[in-house]
């Protein structure tokens, strides 16, 4: 009797095992229809009923999946369920974006909401940055020979404490064709190396963020020194424009590119509750952000130095068009991504 009783149990469970499957598998049919559907054209592509009919179904499929796994039916049907309730999760659950979807994102919250959160390693960078150009005006301006303590020799562009006034007047409004070749060459030294800065002092900061703070103290000591040099001639307004409609947005984007690497190295240092990894992963996401926007913000300005510095000429007119672009991107960085307050 017990023989007969375990030789005719595996039939007894291929029927309820068919059985069971005969009474859902419409059901799952029906559900393994709309998840491909998501998986080929996304969630997008379905209708708002369709929608809600994905989501019904995929919760009969958990239940139908947990019953079979009560019950001990079959493995093949076990192996269906789990596949197709996973297949199901992500459609229902796991994010789909597009790269529009994603650039859209980082333009309209992301890059700004990231700036944000990094004011202070920008208000420190800011510092660092100025600072040294202070320093380094206030050396030159009273010993000229400074200049060559701070300037590497390839970037100077012949604007050296010997430089005359006639000559650096020149350099900056490119008033005849030698002028303007020597202007296009000493702008892209510049271009160059503040790009170069930007770089190193992002991926340098994860090292206790010193190099990053040397390095972007170091580049204002080269814009204090040329400014030194213009104004013992009477010229720092002149640069002071010159600068404006492309070096707002440079000199930015080195701030903040410094920023990012400071958040990294503060992560380092400063770890909190969280393991150094751990610190360092969550920090790398604002610093990501800090270095694209930094990227971005270069690749203007060399689209301003590129145009702007032979098309305009004008000295107000090159603040104006300096200044009224760092509004915008000032602007972006402090209006965009903002929560809404709900209406009371």
Not at 252 to 272: C, N, Q, T
Request: glycine share 10%; aromatic share 12%.
């Amino acid at each position: 009797m017990a023989t007969s009783f375990a030789d005719d149990r595996p039939d007894v469970e291929l029927m309820r095992s068919a059985r069971f499957r005969k009474e859902r598998e419409g059901e799952w049919a029906r559900l393994s229809e709309l998840v491909t559907h998501v998986e080929k054209k996304g969630l997008s592509g379905l209708t708002f009923d369709e929608s809600l009919e994905l989501t019904g179904l995929y919760r009969q499929s958990v239940n139908s999946l947990s019953l079979a796994r009560e019950i001990s039916l079959d493995q093949a049907l076990l192996h269906y369920l789990e596949s197709l309730t996973t297949r199901a999760y992500f459609a229902v659950y796991a994010p789909r974006t597009t790269l529009v979807g994603l650039v859209s994102k980082f333009f309209k919250t992301g890059a700004p909401q990231a700036i944000r959160r990094s004011w202070l390693h920008i208000l420190v960078a800011a510092i660092l940055l100025f600072g040294g150009a202070f320093a380094a005006y206030l050396l030159t301006i009273s010993d000229p020979t400074w200049y060559y303590a701070f300037v590497p020799n390839g970037l100077s562009g012949g604007r050296g404490p010997e430089a005359s006034e006639a000559f650096l007047r020149e350099a900056l409004y490119g008033e005849n064709s030698n002028s303007v070749e020597r202007l296009a060459a000493f702008s892209t030294q510049l271009f160059t190396h503040n790009t170069q800065v930007s770089i190193m002092s992002f991926t340098l900061g994860i090292m206790a963020c010193l190099p990053s703070a040397f390095l972007t103290f170091y580049n204002g000591t080269i814009l204090g020194t040329f400014f030194a040099i213009h104004d013992s001639k009477g010229l720092a307004f002149d640069l002071f424009g010159w600068l404006s409609i492309h070096g707002v947005t440079e000199l930015s984007a080195l701030i903040i590119a410094a920023a990012g690497g400071f958040r990294l190295g503060a992560a380092v240092l400063f770890p909190g509750q969280r393991t150094r990894g751990a610190a360092l992963r969550h920090a790398g996401r604002d610093a990501t952000k800090l270095a694209l926007v930094a990227g971005l913000m270069l690749l203007a300005a060399g689209l301003l130095e590129g145009f702007g510095r032979q098309l305009v000429t004008d000295l107000w007119s090159r603040i104006i068009i300096g200044w009224s672009i760092g509004g915008m991107w000032l602007t972006w960085f402090v209006l965009c991504g903002r929560e809404r307050k709900a209406n009371s």
